[in-house]
């Protein structure tokens, strides 16, 4: 069995949709690789957010997530 661990940073409101007790920054294990939309998925984000995979911003929803990636999300900017 394949176990990934990814660094994951939730940003504003987001962090709330991590495991309780942790602020905003924890590292989460999964079974097997997924992709950033199964990552959201997972964590219960059902809004549209914007995300950086080590670093690297031009990235689809699509993205395989590999272990040890770092996975930084923001809520997106809306306004007028």
Same mark, same amino acid.
């Given at each position: 069995?394949?176990?990934?661990?990814?660094? @994951?940073?939730?940003?504003?409101?987001?962090?709330?949709?991590?495991?309780?007790?942790?602020?905003?920054?924890?590292i989460?294990?999964?079974?097997?690789?997924?992709?950033?939309k199964?990552l959201?998925?997972?964590?219960?984000?059902?809004?549209?957010?914007?995300?950086? @995979?080590?670093?690297?911003?031009?990235?689809?929803?699509?993205?395989?997530?590999?272990?040890?990636?770092?996975?930084?999300?923001?809520?997106?900017?809306?306004?007028?």
């Amino acid at each position: 069995m394949l176990v990934i661990k990814l660094n @994951v940073q939730l940003f504003g409101i987001l962090a709330d949709h991590l495991p309780e007790g942790e602020k905003g920054k924890t590292i989460l294990e999964f079974e097997d690789t997924l992709t950033f939309k199964e990552l959201t998925k997972k964590l219960g984000i059902r809004r549209r957010v914007n995300f950086a @995979v080590n670093g690297e911003h031009d990235l689809d929803d699509t993205h395989v997530l590999n272990d040890g990636d770092e996975v930084l999300v923001f809520s997106t900017v809306s306004g007028g």
